[in-house]
């Protein structure tokens, strides 16, 4: 095996060249041949990723600093797998879309997160980093609905601030060490705490969350596959990269899993509830950094990767209810399954991995984190951390399949999802089972050696009596656990209702002292050209001329500011 610091011989083309070049020629191909293609394009992606060793793949110097677009390593290539995997998933569910632009946002989208990981400095990190957020907008917006255009808005604003926070601390990063090789962070001070808030924002950690879940929900159908699967796991990447071990982490990722099954269970739209867990889910993988062992760090691999893949299968589900039905409240849904029995299905295999059932994918990835804090002796971490999975199984694996499967007929009679939407499940699906029941196929990809069995007897006895009496809690409670008609607040309150309030105000106020301000100001020089005027040019012309004297004034301030942005 070649090592991770070593040049590698030979032409290696990146994966995310090839998807990004390859998604240009989509607006040229039409209906089968562009179905085709797309399909092939994304198999040539995941070849690609697979295909590349570990080792230093491209390297060169640029304007005196060193950049490294092709760094190769397990940790990294373990993202990569993933992504590339999800690509082609993402790729079958929608091959029924007619969206050029959808699809060829989507593609860069991946390649972007693709080239996330596999940057070795910086400046490379940084270009593929604003890149996602530019392409992956447009996955909002292609809805096309007013909720979405201004859903997406505030995501582009959100990551925006991420993107400048991590240029600010880029640049103080290399003037305080001279490098700007991405690896872990060991200096201290406003560089290292700017580059992590900016990873921070793009990993939904609170306050800093309500972006997702403000977005995801207005996605296209087949844009929140992707959107689920990348933003929020390169952001656990470069946590894992740059910062394991950051004390801090450790409690924000518990605060995090808490608090999205906690809005997860208020939740009443679908796709909301399910991006409010994945801030619950991506909390494990947070806290996971933080804890910085070498179980700690493989089970945040490990889960990042699984949880790329059940959520899939959980959001396409949900897609696909929304697609067949055009319905999408907890409250508006019900006694489906009859009509769409191979959606609750697969959603269920889902739903069980990520719930953590034994001989599902989330219980050899999840318990390994936990079982890091337990053996780091944690008490508090690990507790927080057992009732955020008992919260997930009461929402995902019971709230949302119930209320929107089963129970209350709703009087809807949708056929089954497309052909296509299922093999795109069913692929994911497979895996979700494959490596619940063989999970050393995952574990061979992770960063460390694994010393870890899940399936011991204390395990599963242990998730076993977890999963039923949380069960029991909600058959006991039922009446009190349906969705109800209505939103409930977010940090996103902030932006949405006080923030507005705020600037109006700031606006009534501040706009009538600036008015008196210009008007005083414009009065005086009126005052002053007209008296000039009087004795050196044509009586009564520029008094009786009020346009003349608010050219004046402008022109005025324009130099004034001309003159001040030269000289500074």
């Given at each position: 095996?070649?090592?991770?610091?070593?040049?590698?011989?030979?032409?290696?083309?990146?994966?995310?060249?090839?998807?990004?070049?390859?998604?240009?020629?989509?607006?040229?191909?039409?209906?089968?041949?562009?179905?085709?293609?797309?399909?092939?394009?994304?198999?040539?992606?995941?070849?690609?990723?697979?295909?590349?060793?570990?080792?230093?793949?491209?390297?060169?110097?640029?304007?005196?600093?060193?950049?490294?677009?092709?760094?190769?390593?397990?940790?990294?290539?373990?993202?990569?797998?993933?992504?590339?995997?999800?690509?082609?998933?993402?790729?079958?569910?929608?091959?029924?879309?007619?969206?050029?632009?959808?699809?060829?946002?989507?593609?860069?989208?991946?390649?972007?997160?693709?080239?996330?990981?596999?940057?070795?400095?910086?400046?490379?990190?940084?270009?593929?980093?604003?890149?996602?957020?530019?392409?992956?907008?447009?996955?909002?917006?292609?809805?096309?609905?007013?909720?979405?255009?201004?859903?997406?808005?505030?995501?582009?604003?959100?990551?925006?601030?991420?993107?400048?926070?991590?240029?600010?601390?880029?640049?103080?990063?290399?003037?305080?060490?001279?490098?700007?090789?991405?690896?872990?962070?060991?200096?201290?001070?406003?560089?290292?705490?700017?580059?992590?808030?900016?990873?921070?924002?793009?990993?939904?950690?609170?306050?800093?969350?309500?972006?997702?879940?403000?977005?995801?929900?207005?996605?296209?159908?087949?844009?929140?596959?992707?959107?689920?699967?990348?933003?929020?796991?390169?952001?656990?990447?470069?946590?894992?990269?740059?910062?394991?071990?950051?004390?801090?982490?450790?409690?924000?990722?518990?605060?995090?899993?808490?608090?999205?099954?906690?809005?997860?269970?208020?939740?009443?739209?679908?796709?909301?509830?399910?991006?409010?867990?994945?801030?619950?889910?991506?909390?494990?993988?947070?806290?996971?950094?933080?804890?910085?062992?070498?179980?700690?760090?493989?089970?945040?691999?490990?889960?990042?990767?699984?949880?790329?893949?059940?959520?899939?299968?959980?959001?396409?589900?949900?897609?696909?209810?929304?697609?067949?039905?055009?319905?999408?409240?907890?409250?508006?849904?019900?006694?489906?399954?009859?009509?769409?029995?191979?959606?609750?299905?697969?959603?269920?295999?889902?739903?069980?991995?990520?719930?953590?059932?034994?001989?599902?994918?989330?219980?050899?990835?999840?318990?390994?984190?936990?079982?890091?804090?337990?053996?780091?002796?944690?008490?508090?971490?690990?507790?927080?951390?057992?009732?955020?999975?008992?919260?997930?199984?009461?929402?995902?694996?019971?709230?949302?399949?119930?209320?929107?499967?089963?129970?209350?007929?709703?009087?809807?009679?949708?056929?089954?999802?497309?052909?296509?939407?299922?093999?795109?499940?069913?692929?994911?699906?497979?895996?979700?089972?494959?490596?619940?029941?063989?999970?050393?196929?995952?574990?061979?990809?992770?960063?460390?050696?694994?010393?870890?069995?899940?399936?011991?007897?204390?395990?599963?006895?242990?998730?076993?009596?977890?999963?039923?009496?949380?069960?029991?809690?909600?058959?006991?409670?039922?009446?009190?656990?349906?969705?109800?008609?209505?939103?409930?607040?977010?940090?996103?309150?902030?932006?949405?209702?006080?923030?507005?309030?705020?600037?109006?105000?700031?606006?009534?106020?501040?706009?009538?002292?600036?008015?008196?301000?210009?008007?005083?100001?414009?009065?005086?020089?009126?005052?002053?050209?007209?008296?000039?005027?009087?004795?050196?040019?044509?009586?009564?012309?520029?008094?009786?001329?009020?346009?003349?004297?608010?050219?004046?004034?402008?022109?005025?301030?324009?130099?004034?500011?001309?003159?001040l942005l030269y000289y500074l």
């Amino acid at each position: 095996m070649t090592e991770p610091g070593a040049l590698v011989s030979g032409g290696w083309l990146h994966p995310s060249l090839l998807l990004i070049l390859g998604a240009l020629l989509i607006p040229l191909l039409r209906d089968r041949m562009q179905q085709g293609y797309r399909i092939l394009l994304s198999l040539a992606f995941l070849w690609a990723v697979w295909q590349t060793v570990p080792g230093i793949h491209a390297a060169f110097g640029f304007l005196g600093l060193d950049l490294v677009p092709g760094r190769a390593d397990k940790l990294s290539l373990v993202f990569a797998y993933v992504f590339a995997l999800i690509t082609v998933i993402g790729t079958i569910y929608s091959l029924h879309v007619k969206d050029n632009v959808q699809h060829v946002t989507a593609y860069i989208y991946a390649a972007a997160a693709v080239g996330v990981v596999f940057a070795g400095d910086l400046v490379t990190l940084y270009v593929f980093w604003e890149l996602m957020m530019l392409a992956s907008v447009w996955l909002i917006w292609r809805r096309r609905t007013p909720e979405s255009y201004a859903a997406g808005f505030r995501y582009l604003l959100v990551h925006a601030v991420s993107g400048v926070l991590l240029l600010a601390g880029i640049v103080l990063y290399y003037t305080q060490t001279g490098s700007i090789a991405f690896n872990q962070m060991d200096i201290t001070g406003p560089a290292f705490y700017l580059i992590l808030v900016g990873f921070m924002i793009n990993a939904a950690v609170p306050p800093l969350h309500a972006w997702l879940t403000d977005a995801y929900p207005e996605a296209t159908i087949t844009g929140a596959i992707f959107l689920s699967a990348f933003t929020t796991k390169t952001a656990v990447y470069v946590l894992l990269r740059g910062f394991p071990g950051t004390e801090l982490l450790v409690w924000l990722g518990a605060i995090m899993a808490l608090w999205g099954v906690v809005y997860a269970v208020l939740a009443n739209d679908i796709r909301r509830l399910l991006a409010y867990h994945i801030i619950s889910q991506v909390g494990y993988m947070v806290a996971g950094v933080g804890m910085g062992t070498a179980i700690a760090l493989n089970g945040t691999a490990s889960h990042a990767f699984t949880h790329i893949l059940y959520k899939a299968v959980l959001f396409m589900g949900a897609g696909a209810v929304i697609h067949m039905t055009g319905k999408s409240k907890l409250t508006e849904l019900g006694g489906i399954y009859r009509y769409m029995p191979m959606t609750f299905l697969l959603y269920m295999i889902g739903a069980f991995s990520i719930s953590a059932f034994p001989l599902f994918s989330g219980f050899v990835s999840k318990t390994m984190v936990v079982e890091a804090a337990a053996v780091d002796y944690r008490a508090w971490i690990w507790l927080m951390l057992t009732m955020a999975s008992a919260g997930t199984f009461l929402h995902t694996g019971l709230k949302l399949p119930y209320f929107t499967f089963m129970g209350k007929d709703s009087g809807l009679r949708p056929k089954e999802a497309p052909w296509n939407m299922l093999l795109a499940m069913g692929i994911a699906a497979f895996f979700c089972v494959f490596i619940g029941v063989y999970p050393n196929w995952l574990y061979n990809f992770l960063p460390s050696p694994v010393d870890y069995n899940a399936y011991t007897v204390g395990h599963v006895l242990w998730e076993l009596q977890l999963l039923l009496f949380t069960g029991l809690g909600f058959f006991l409670l039922l009446k009190y656990v349906g969705g109800d008609a209505k939103i409930s607040l977010d940090t996103d309150w902030i932006y949405r209702r006080a923030l507005p309030r705020i600037v109006g105000w700031v606006r009534r106020v501040g706009g009538a002292a600036w008015t008196g301000v210009v008007r005083t100001l414009q009065r005086s020089l009126e005052g002053a050209v007209v008296t000039l005027m009087r004795h050196h040019g044509p009586q009564g012309i520029l008094a009786r001329t009020w346009p003349t004297g608010s050219m004046v004034l402008w022109v005025a301030v324009i130099l004034a500011g001309s003159l001040l942005l030269y000289y500074l």
